[in-house]
């Protein structure tokens, strides 16, 4: 009589939840790797059920182990590839993390070619993901506004969808660079803090409470309504399109932004 041959038991996969942060996902990378890639993955720690197949280690940050990612993917790969996962991190996107390791894993492989390779479902994501972000961020370039508060500071709120105040930290660094200024990010409570003359850092748990707590100058309430009217005067009523003005300047961008109602 004919029997079939037993299965090989599956292996479970070990799952590596690690924080939405750039040193996060590397070190969760990192740990990963070290375990064995054919039976690991990497996701940002949600509140998504769990599956009763696989098993979930959380992976706290360490920016030792991170720094090791990131250095093997610019000496392995190339500058531009990092550039991108970098960016691609930045999204809001809860998959992120188990894409980059996978594209990660194929990145080694195959080499620096790997972002011509638009045909892999990973390689376009990680793509579309930094690209999206890349977006975004050129936006908040131009619809960032900055209030002058008291004690020579001035600060910015901005609602992004994707956690791009690196990138706009970078570029307000440079542009003003002897200013004393603070952007924060009102739906992740983090921070970019910019001492005059000094390089900028990041802080998280900044709350708009605390920017607010800093009295806004004596001539700031004017210089707001002067622009409102400026803004106002040169709009040609019979030409308004308001279809028009939310393809340019999405409502998102507009909640911090006094010369536009919305």
């Not at 080694?108 to 930094?130: A, H, K, T, Y």
């Not at 003003?176 to 003359?197: K, S």
């Not at 308001?242 to 536009?260: A, G, K, N, V």
Request: aromatic share 12%; hydrophobic share 35%.
């Amino acid at each position: 009589m004919y029997t079939s041959r037993p299965k090989a038991p599956l292996c479970p996969v070990t799952v590596y939840l690690c924080e939405d942060t750039i040193d996060g996902i590397f070190t969760a990378i990192y740990r990963a790797w070290a375990d064995g890639t054919s039976h690991t993955d990497v996701r940002v720690r949600t509140n998504d059920t769990m599956s009763l197949f696989e098993t979930y280690i959380f992976s706290e940050s360490d920016g030792t182990l991170a720094r090791k990612v990131q250095r093997s993917i610019i000496q392995k790969l190339s500058i531009d590839i990092y550039e991108t996962c970098y960016q691609a991190m930045l999204s809001d996107d809860n998959k992120k993390a188990s894409t980059l390791y996978r594209f990660l894993q194929k990145a080694f492989r195959c080499g620096s070619d790997i972002l011509n390779r638009l045909n892999d479902p990973d390689v376009f994501r990680i793509f579309e993901l930094s690209r999206t972000v890349g977006h975004e961020a050129h936006k908040y370039l131009g619809f960032v506004r900055f209030e002058e508060r008291n004690e020579n500071l001035l600060t910015a709120r901005i609602q992004p969808k994707s956690n791009v105040l690196p990138v706009l930290a970078a570029h307000f660094a440079d542009r003003l660079q002897p200013e004393n200024w603070i952007i924060l990010d009102t739906i992740r409570r983090f921070a970019a803090i910019h001492p005059a003359g000094k390089p900028y850092f990041l802080q998280w748990g900044v709350t708009e409470e605390m920017l607010l707590s800093v009295p806004v100058s004596d001539h700031e309430k004017d210089w707001e309504q002067l622009w409102s009217c400026f803004f106002n005067t040169i709009a040609i009523q019979e030409r308004r399109n308001t279809d028009l003005q939310r393809s340019l300047m999405p409502l998102h961008y507009r909640t911090y932004m006094p010369e536009i109602t919305k």
